[in-house]
């Protein structure tokens, strides 16, 4: 799609592609110049795949000739970027409205900026005696517990995207109020859902109580001892002989033990819901504070985290109603915007694609090219909510840009049908049902298009007892046996863990076999080797 774009547009500036790492956007940068350079070779196709790209690229060749772009002296012309490096390129343009002044460095990991900027606030509440008193009711209403307080506002500082905005705002408390009702009423709606009318008369003749709950807040610790008799404080079914028939009927639902184990975080009763309400502002206020004190912290060390980059960006761009000089020039260049990984995006930079396409209209000849998939949604920890691709996908616009075709693709072109089979099996029951306001997703079986191989099976191991050493051995055990069967080493095999502390436990045991040589990088320190 972007050699075809590029063979039709004016200047290579119009056409923006945008993923999330660096490693996809070199990637896609590379196998643009490579097509490019077979074109120029004259290289001569291997499938028919090939010859459709090199067709392409030959037409790419031709434009660039007629308009004298020099792709091969400039491919830097080429819009290629991740979504943070598109956030760094709009505040570098405009750094009064991003409200800079040095272009800032973007950190990977801002977590100690966070530390300091809470530490900061909570040592600088000796200069004001009322809100130092305001604020020790919050930790006293936090179990005196100062570093639980700290952990949370660390932890809320990298999403301030999703809450800023609202600190700011005036609610009153019944406002507030009757949206957490209506939120718990709906949790407890999902709930009740899972118990049809046989499983109710039984809970009802379990806990002796005159009928089964509605899902009135009223009713909130009815709820949380129907948790509370079915499920473990691990989340676990009980396995009480008394329970087994119900918990077997309530396994026909969807997704029982994850409705039932959401109980657990909601309020224990009606009565609690009016607690901690006057702690609201002082809670907002140290919020703003604390935000404040980490736009100091980033500015001595002319430092910026992903969140904040993409929220200057938009703030680069202006509004609907009072979009910036830069906004207005953009739209001007943008004629095509090419978006990977849309599962992955935050608020702050849903509101930059947003705001980059402000001004488009339908017929204008310009094009939105979106890809997803909300199954690989990884970026939560950075803010990212797929709730965001959910509402793209099912309202068919993206702001005020309508989409005029969405494609589901189903087919898996890598893997072998067994493992297809095995993946869709299994991930059917791991998955969440759908819930749009948690972003939740379920999974989407894939259908095979490889042929099977003789060689395509799954194979499960269990181990017992010190399962890291006993996972070491079994692993050890099944690499020998495939090298039995491919003596001239032709195989590569993969070990795919959890995470790193996984891994550290089980090489040491492949380590102390001589006959087992493995690469595993920037696991071991260098003296280890």
Not at 1 to 14: F, G, N, T, V
Not at 261 to 281: T, V
Not at 339 to 352: A, H, P
Not at 451 to 462: A, F, L, V
Request: aromatic share 8%; hydrophobic share 35%.
């Amino acid at each position: 799609r972007y050699l075809k774009l590029l063979s039709l547009a004016d200047s290579p500036e119009e056409i923006v592609a945008v993923t999330f790492t660096n490693k996809a956007t070199n990637e896609m940068r590379r196998k643009i110049l490579n097509n490019l350079d077979d074109a120029r070779s004259k290289k001569e196709p291997e499938n028919k795949h090939a010859k459709h790209m090199t067709s392409l690229a030959n037409r790419v060749l031709k434009r660039d000739k007629e308009k004298n772009w020099h792709l091969n002296d400039s491919p830097d012309r080429l819009r290629i970027q991740t979504i943070d490096g598109l956030c760094a390129f709009l505040t570098r343009r405009m750094p009064i409205l991003a409200s800079f002044g040095a272009q800032p460095d973007v950190t990977d990991d801002a977590k100690p900026l966070y530390e300091r900027a809470i530490d900061e606030t909570l040592n600088s509440l000796d200069k004001d005696k009322k809100f130092f008193h305001s604020v020790d009711k919050i930790i006293l209403h936090n179990g005196n517990d100062i570093p639980k307080l700290r952990k949370s506002v660390i932890n809320m500082l990298e999403t301030r995207d999703l809450w800023l905005d609202l600190v700011y705002k005036k609610f009153t408390k019944k406002e507030m109020q009757q949206e957490l009702k209506d939120k718990i009423k709906e949790e407890l709606e999902g709930v009740a859902e899972i118990f049809p009318e046989e499983c109710k008369q039984e809970v009802v003749k379990l806990l002796g109580i005159p009928r089964f709950p509605d899902c009135d807040i009223e009713n909130l610790s009815v709820w949380h001892n129907i948790s509370g008799e079915l499920l473990t404080k691990s989340g676990t079914w009980r396995k009480t002989s008394i329970l087994k028939s119900l918990i077997e009927k309530l396994k026909q639902s969807n997704s029982p033990r994850k409705r039932l184990q959401k109980i657990a975080d909601l309020p224990y009763s009606a009565e609690s819901l009016e607690k901690g309400w006057d702690l609201i502002d002082t809670a907002k206020e140290l919020l703003k504070r604390t935000a404040a004190q980490l736009d100091a912290t980033f500015a001595e060390r002319n430092l910026i985290d992903f969140t904040g980059i993409s929220q200057h960006a938009v703030s680069a761009l202006g509004n609907d109603d009072c979009p910036t000089d830069i906004a207005l020039s953009l739209d001007y260049q943008i004629k095509h915007l090419l978006v990977d990984e849309v599962q992955d995006v935050s608020l702050s930079q849903y509101e930059l694609l947003c705001g980059l396409m402000r001004e488009w209209s339908v017929g204008d000849g310009r094009t939105l090219f979106l890809v997803g998939d909300p199954q690989q949604a990884i970026y939560g920890f950075r803010g990212a909510e797929v709730r965001f691709f959910l509402k793209i996908f099912n309202e068919k616009k993206l702001g005020n840009t309508p989409l005029d075709e969405s494609l589901t693709l189903k087919k898996n072109f890598r893997s072998s049908p067994y493992l297809v089979k095995w993946v869709n099996e299994i991930f059917t029951q791991i998955f969440p049902e759908e819930n749009l306001s948690e972003g939740a997703v379920p999974f989407f079986d894939s259908v095979a298009t490889n042929p099977e191989s003789d060689t395509s099976y799954m194979q499960d191991h269990y181990v017992y007892g010190d399962v890291n050493k006993e996972e070491g051995k079994k692993i050890n055990e099944i690499i020998k046996e495939i090298k039995k069967t491919d003596p001239e080493k032709k195989k590569t095999i993969a070990i795919l863990v959890r995470n790193r502390s996984h891994i550290t436990k089980i090489l040491p045991i492949l380590k102390r076999d001589k006959t087992i040589s493995f690469n595993a990088v920037d696991i071991f320190e260098l003296s280890g080797q």
